[in-house]
Structures are given as structure tokens and as C-alpha cells.
């Protein structure tokens, strides 16, 4: 597990990529991303680092989900109830 939080710490400070991106870079499971993600927020906070979150945005009215904490993505809009919605990126800095 070490070295996959390892790699994905590498990606995220040279990229800004979403849960999929991620999943079919490190071969693993778009679930697992989540808890690794969890997992690297909580150690680089310690180190200084920071992981920025770009929200989930709704591709037919544009609105953003700014207040959604969890990693994953949301099912629909809740002003519009589409269901294209682009999901969170991810980048350290
Ligand atoms: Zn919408």
C-alpha cells in the first residue's frame, strides 16, 4: 500500500487528475482511490502540503458542489437533477 500512496503523491503534485484518471494510472480500483486519498490528505497536512480539491461542477446549469465533503462523486444536480456531472479533480501543492 505504501508505495501506491507513494505514486499517487508523485501524480498529484505534477497533475490535477480525477478519480478514474488516477485509477487506471495506479491500476487500482476508482473505491480504493477514495481511501487513499483520504489517507494522503491527512499526511501531507501534516507535512505542510495541502490537497486541493476541485469541486464536482454540473455540466448543464454549471453548478458547483462546493460544500460536498466526501470524495466521491455525486448521483444528480440538485438544482437542475441532471446526471452529467464532471467530477472532483485532485492536486497537492
Ligand atoms: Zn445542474
Redesign the pocket.
Known amino acids: 500500500m505504501g508505495t501506491i500512496r507513494q505514486d499517487l503523491l508523485k501524480l498529484l503534485k505534477e497533475e490535477t487528475l480525477d478519480a478514474k484518471d488516477i485509477s487506471q494510472l495506479l491500476s487500482i480500483r476508482e473505491k480504493e482511490v477514495y481511501g487513499h486519498l483520504g489517507h494522503i490528505a491527512r499526511s501531507i497536512a501534516a507535512e505542510g502540503g495541502r490537497l486541493i480539491i476541485n469541486p464536482c461542477k454540473?455540466l448543464?446549469?454549471g453548478?458547483l458542489f462546493k460544500e460536498r465533503k466526501r470524495f466521491s462523486r455525486p448521483g444528480k444536480?440538485p438544482?437542475?437533477r441532471?446526471t452529467r456531472i464532471r467530477p472532483p479533480t485532485y492536486h497537492i501543492r
Do not use: L, S
Open positions: 454540473c448543464a446549469c453548478y444536480c438544482k437542475c441532471e
